[in-house]
């Protein structure tokens, strides 16, 4: 497990991951601090294999940096898909990768900003300890979310922004988190979760046990997904307004 404090003093992130039946890890997190903006983007490479990986370290690197320094979270996964795009134009037919991402921007003036693309859920824990679900992952006719390198006919990626006071917990997560239900039409529905992180993600918990915590339950699934969890605590002198 890993904590950190940012310098910029807006939440206090505690990050870990744990490997289950994969040869490829295509989980990657990366954080930026610019100061009054931080972002956290968290990818899940499509598929066991190198490329797949490959993809999700170039967006979530390219959609923090780019996050942190516009506090738009829209335009780093956009800049996020040119640098993938362009990656699956340069290799050989069949090697082409594709990525889900969800990048998290705090500004202490603007609030919390998400965007998404495919199923790297998001979920609220607010001051009353009542659980969210922040991100929607079916975007599509067919249940299938989009990714980084492929969007459907509507807005493309989604877009959600909150006040920095409704929130005291966020927790992103890849699909290993959710994959652990057995139901297969649950399998991906990130507010089947919900009960689980109501106990486990709770107030009276700090960060890092609620990250063990969290991290433990998936890896009770049956699926074997490599799985990151960020566990982000809004700190209360911001989410107050002082």
Not at 87 to 111: D, F, L, M, Q, W
Not at 128 to 144: A, K, N, R
Not at 182 to 198: E, G, M, V, W
Not at 204 to 226: E, I
Request: charged letters at 15%.
């Amino acid at each position: 497990m890993i904590a950190h404090s940012p310098p910029g003093e807006l939440a206090v992130l505690y990050y870990d991951s744990i490997a289950g039946g994969r040869d490829h890890n295509a989980d990657y997190l990366h954080i930026c601090d610019a100061g009054r903006s931080l972002a956290v983007a968290v990818a899940d490479g499509d598929g066991d294999h190198a490329d797949a990986a490959e993809c999700a370290q170039i967006t979530a690197q390219i959609a923090a940096a780019v996050a942190a320094s516009t506090g738009d979270p829209v335009e780093a996964l956009r800049a996020a898909k040119h640098y993938v795009d362009d990656r699956n134009h340069s290799v050989v037919p069949g090697r082409e990768g594709a990525s889900s991402a969800t990048v998290v921007a705090i500004n202490r003036y603007s609030g919390i900003s998400l965007a998404w693309a495919g199923n790297v859920p998001v979920w609220g824990l607010t001051p009353d300890g009542q659980v969210e679900t922040l991100t929607v992952p079916f975007c599509h006719p067919s249940t299938t979310p989009c990714s980084v390198s492929s969007r459907h006919q509507d807005a493309w990626p989604h877009f959600s922004i909150v006040a920095l006071n409704q929130f005291t917990r966020l927790v992103v997560a890849t699909q290993g988190l959710t994959t652990h239900l057995t139901s297969p039409d649950r399998r991906d529905d990130p507010t089947a979760t919900n009960t689980h992180l109501h106990a486990l993600a709770a107030h009276y918990h700090d960060g890092g046990y609620a990250l063990n915590q969290l991290l433990l339950l998936a890896d009770s699934g049956t699926d074997r997904d490599n799985t990151t969890i960020a566990v982000i605590d809004l700190l209360d002198h911001y989410r107050e307004g002082k």
